[in-house]
């Protein structure tokens, strides 16, 4: 038994020095990356109208930002020319009501909606929510979400960027190649990840195990 122990002892001794080493090798410009499909936040007084006043939503998953979730519950949205069901709700409530498509969708939909980040709602136009309860006509906050890399302000300075900064990311692989306009996040809400949607994703064969870099 004792020379089993052993064995297994070396073994163990030897994984251990092996992921340290792979630790230490790994590149500390390399960024993950999440994927984002079509979403929504909602304001507490539109999700009073759409489910009810009182209503609490269900957590069903933390986001890889702080304080971020998805939730079990989803909406229809609706333009002119169409509406596109099941789109999820992210959790918490927010101060406005900030729809997030892709650009694909504004064809399914009937709008015109820009690039834009988080919460830069100004101008943008609006669209119709429908709820188990009810539904809501916002007057602005459809935006096709504008690629982003959250950090903190630490993250920032080893990195040699700053809150605001636009960039350039490199993906590799086969069908990699070079994302340009991409908008640095840095506060010290943020854990460090590039925010792409599925479509910029597909065009370069990202996933979530994915790394990118910052290319100034």
Known sequence: MDKYE???KLLLEAVQANMA??????DSSEIPVG?????????QADMDILFGEGYQMTKIKDLSQPGQYACKETVTICGSNGAIEKVRILGPVRGKT????LAGDCFKLGVK???????????TPGITIIGPK???QTAEGLIVAQRHIHMTPQDAQRLGVHDGQIVSIQV????GGIYSNVAVRANDASALECHIDTEEANAMNVNSLSKI????
């Open 21 to 26: 080493q792979a630790e230490g090798n790994a």
């Open 98 to 101: 900030q729809v997030e498509i």
């Open 113 to 123: 909606s820009p690039a834009r980040l988080s919460g830069d709602l100004q101008g």
């Open 35 to 43: 994927v984002s499909n079509r979403h929504l936040h909602l304001s």
């Open 172 to 175: 590799d692989g086969p069908r």
């Open 213 to 216: 870099k910052i290319m100034k």
């Open 6 to 8: 052993s064995v297994l």
């Open 134 to 136: 009810g539904s809501v």
